[in-house]
């Protein structure tokens, strides 16, 4: 018989059918899955189940393939208007024109294919995760095979180190504990049995199982499996992962808007000049070639081109602050922050357990350093000790050292443990007490952890001595003490001792941390084998704080958060005490823990109001973190998500930018994210998020820019066409313009420094438009001003020309009038807010070579005679320039004197 169960189907008859294993006792689980717990499968049943259930494999029912990243970049409204722009432009003969706007728009598109073609890999990443071999009982012997030849009711054997490469149900451990931080979230490692969890058991609780993809951290165990490939909780999460569809990111979104404006200004446009044409007596057909001529003018040919460039070269920016980005878009939006919700472990914390605290009886120790590295040092009272005259401490030290079966090392990319988190800590402890550790053990004996006994115990024989060095929940231990260590020796434990012993293990608790106590016992000889009686009547040593600690610069990153008015929720699968007392030393005022259970009887409107509150999350699976993004989405919030673990990855990729952890990040969350921190520092996000401000700053000053220019020709062709006036600007003239000095000007304004204070603002509102009045008003008067100077110098130079050539003299000089005002204009932008004295002259040096350049090359575009004649233009006396110059600086000098009267009215109030 072939059972039903959760697994990849492959046969319409395979349907899979659901079952809580965890809490089936171990021979009901076996049965049903019609499986033999000493043999395992035959050869002949595992091929007809992987007929059944196909490989053991993560499919990916939604890849997306490199023609579908190099199409996306087209889907986009201004894109749409300037490819209309070019079919417009061959309909009226200007192929030049047309073949201009074509070559933008393909290597608009080409740069950012370049940059996003590192497409979704979170499947393949999970693939990459699984165990590429596990051992398993097959025809009564233990046998080797691939990871994807595994089927249900294979029974598969685990030691330490080993990874999981299926969903299992256990049928015999050995001390055994998982690391399931990946999956869950929770930072300590977790211990297993086989007995039946608790009903409705959460996924970390559910201590029967073994799950895909964790870490075996310590001791033994066989399991049959239960679920493969789809049908896993890391199949769950994959799946999960991939119905979840990229929505368009702020800027995406407002950009749409802009070309929709763009759109209908241009229309407009056209159609006022055609009609105006027509009534004042022009050739109806002559006014619509016309109007459409102008409405493509009001279109920034060079606006898509360069906002790509600017998130382009922000990319390279975001380096410098630690994080790559996956998306061109990313960086803005991290900037548009509202809410940034992060997990804790490997993302506020190191994900390296840590001894903080000691306690003795006689004295009370805090311990420095982080991690797994031995760097750090013992203090009292904030100041440092030396060990070698605390032996109480050394004693403690020593038995938590011989008390163990972890080991630490270092590599070229830091120190790393093998073995239990916990018991690597101690190591590090002893070793920052510069304990020798180099002398062998001993070890004659060892009665191991388990959650039934809650201690550990090593017997150590040291020369003609036997010692037993004992670790585990203080009040396991301390029940067992007769005994306390004192000043250099021992003496009778008194009820005033335990009950400073029983304090002490409880303050620590109270502060989140992990607590173990130790103790050791001289055995006589005939001792060692009695497990019962060799853990009684011990020595209190004293007793360990342990914790995950935070990164150092975390608590000043959360203060940046808050002066930037973005808020952070701790979103967890650890427990909620441990979360709260993270957030107290953090710096986040948190007045109520929801757990994962709770939160499933919370309605989303309920829900709603709660997120308003200071909080945090514990206990979590995927899906609450999935459906708290969701929910503060609706609410309007712009939600950063940060997470290392699979866990995270559907939340990753359903928030408006997820961000993973580089180095300690799972392949799956890299994959589902848009920015990767290299240095896994949550302090690297503030930096990210002023690099954002500062490129939609200058995607703010570059449209703007761009659109005042188009206006100001927008202007000075619209009313020479009222004034009956010869042809202002020719169309090559008007192409010259918006992409050699404009678009070089623009690249240079997106490359301007972060303005002051950017950091001491409130994230910008989702709804506020690219172009808000004050923006439109700023257009319309500065492109207002442009095109009057521009008509003016025009008509004054028909007025005083003479000859044939008077035409192409005042073409030129409204040519080379438009370009002086742009260049001048450019300045006004480097600062929306502030006058130049406060930004500096030089303090973009970009601006100033787009400054050189553009000159340059107006230079050459009026006395090269090559350029001459492709642009129409002739020569200009000294006296035309210092005409021109003139009636330019104005532009300039206008909007200072009201940048310096605003700036200082805001001063004083």
């Not at 003018?297 to 382009?312: D, F, K, N, R, Y």
């Amino acid at each position: 018989m072939i059972p039903h169960v959760n697994s990849t189907a492959h046969s319409p008859d395979a349907e899979p059918e659901i079952q809580d294993w965890y809490r089936l006792d171990a021979e009901t689980a076996i049965l049903r899955l019609d499986t033999d717990p000493q043999n395992g499968l035959s050869t002949h049943e595992a091929a007809d189940r992987m007929q059944l259930y196909g490989p053991n494999t993560l499919e990916n029912k939604r890849r997306v393939h490199w023609y579908m990243v190099l199409a996306r970049q087209f889907m986009d409204v201004l894109i749409f208007i300037l490819l209309a722009a070019a079919v417009i432009s061959v309909a009226v003969g200007e192929i030049t024109d047309a073949v201009t706007i074509m070559v933008i728009v393909i290597l608009n598109g080409i740069l950012g294919f370049i940059q996003e073609w590192k497409a979704e890999k979170a499947i393949e990443a999970l693939q990459q995760m699984l165990a590429p071999h596990c051992r398993v009982v097959r025809d009564g012997r233990e046998t080797e095979i691939t990871a994807k030849e595994l089927v249900p009711g294979d029974m598969v054997v685990l030691e330490t180190g080993n990874r999981v490469p299926g969903d299992l149900r256990l049928i015999k451990t050995l001390e055994l504990r998982m690391n399931e931080s990946s999956l869950t979230g929770e930072s300590e490692s977790v211990a297993k049995q086989t007995k039946p969890a608790d009903e409705n058991a959460p996924l970390a609780e559910q201590s029967s199982m073994a799950w895909m993809g964790t870490e075996v951290s310590n001791g033994r165990a066989r399991g049959v499996v239960t679920s493969t490939g789809m049908a896993t909780e890391f199949g769950r999460i994959a799946q999960l992962t991939q119905t979840i569809d990229r929505e368009p990111t702020p800027l995406q979104r407002k950009l749409a808007v802009l070309g929709k404006q763009l759109g209908i200004f241009s229309i407009g446009i056209s159609v006022v000049v055609a009609v105006a044409g027509w009534l004042l007596g022009r050739p109806l057909m002559e006014m619509f070639l016309t109007g459409i001529s102008l409405a493509v003018a009001v279109v920034p040919e060079g606006l898509p081109a360069v906002v790509t460039i600017t998130l382009a070269l922000g990319i390279h920016a975001m380096v410098k602050q630690r994080a790559l980005i996956r998306r061109l878009q990313a960086a803005e939006t991290l900037g548009a922050a509202t809410v940034i919700c992060t997990d804790k472990t490997g993302t506020l914390t190191q994900n390296e357990m840590t001894v903080t605290h000691v306690w003795l009886l006689s004295d009370e120790f805090t311990v420095t350093g982080t991690g797994y590295d031995p760097q750090g040092h013992f203090e009292q009272n904030r100041l440092p000790i030396d060990c070698r005259t605390k032996p109480d401490l050394l004693a403690l030290l020593k038995t938590g050292a011989a008390c163990n079966h972890a080991r630490i090392f270092k590599d070229e990319k830091g120190w790393h443990e093998i073995g239990e988190p916990t018991e690597a800590s101690l190591l590090t402890a002893a070793s920052k007490s510069g304990l020798d550790q180099d002398a062998p053990v001993r070890i004659v004996n060892e009665f191991s952890f388990n959650s039934r006994r809650k201690r550990m115990t090593i017997i150590e024989q040291f020369q003609e001595k036997w010692i037993a060095h004992v670790k585990g929940a203080p009040e396991v231990i301390i029940e067992r003490c007769t005994r306390i260590a004192d000043n250099g020796g021992d003496r009778e434990m008194t009820e005033s001792d335990r009950h400073a012993a029983v304090v002490g293990y409880q303050s620590m608790a109270d502060q989140g941390l992990r607590t173990l106590a130790l103790a050791r016992r001289n055995l006589p000889k005939d001792l060692l084998l009695d497990e019962k009686n060799v853990e009684q009547e011990l020595t209190l040593l004293g007793i360990v704080g342990i914790i995950d600690p935070p990164h150092r610069e975390v608590p000043e990153a959360i203060r940046l958060a808050r002066s930037a008015g973005i808020r952070i929720i701790m979103i967890t699968g650890d427990a909620a005490a441990t979360a709260k007392s993270i957030a107290r030393t953090i710096g986040l005022n948190i007045k109520r823990a929801i757990s994962g259970p709770e939160l499933d009887q919370i309605n989303d409107d309920s829900l709603k109001n709660l997120i308003k509150q200071d909080i945090l999350f514990a206990r979590t699976t995927p899906e609450h973190k999935l459906r708290i993004v969701s929910i503060l989405k609706e609410m309007g919030e712009v939600v950063a998500m940060t997470g290392d673990g699979v866990n995270d990855a559907p939340a990753l990729k359903k928030a408006d930018i997820g961000i993973a952890m580089g180095i300690r990040g799972t392949d799956v969350a890299k994959g589902a994210s848009d920015m990767i921190l290299t240095d896994d520092n949550f302090a690297s996000i503030i930096g990210a998020v002023e690099e954002g401000r500062r490129q939609y700053d200058n995607i703010q000053k570059f449209v703007r820019y761009l659109l005042s220019s188009n206006m100001g020709e927008v202007v000075a062709i619209f009313i020479n066409i009222l004034l009956d006036g010869p042809l202002i600007l020719l169309p090559v003239q008007i192409l010259w313009i918006n992409l050699v000095t404009d678009g070089v000007s623009a690249v240079a304004l997106g490359l301007e420094p972060v303005e002051k204070g950017i950091m001491n603002r409130p994230p910008r509102s989702a709804r506020e438009p690219i172009l808000n009045k004050a923006g439109i008003l700023m257009i319309v008067l500065l492109g207002g001003y442009m095109g009057a100077v521009t008509l003016w110098l025009f008509h004054h130079y028909l007025v005083i020309g003479k000859g044939a050539g008077a035409v192409y003299t005042a073409q030129t000089v409204a040519f080379t009038g438009l370009i002086v005002l742009e260049m001048i204009n450019v300045i006004n932008f480097r600062a929306l807010r502030v006058p130049l004295s406060t930004t500096g002259f030089f303090s973009n040096p970009f601006l100033l070579f787009a400054w050189v350049f553009s000159f340059g090359i107006l230079l050459c575009a009026i006395y090269v005679p090559f350029l001459q004649n492709v642009l129409h233009t002739v020569s200009l006396r000294w006296a035309d320039w210092g005409l021109i110059l003139l009636v330019s600086l104005p532009i300039f000098l206008l909007v200072e004197a009201y940048k310096i009267f605003d700036s200082n009215n805001r001063i004083k109030t």
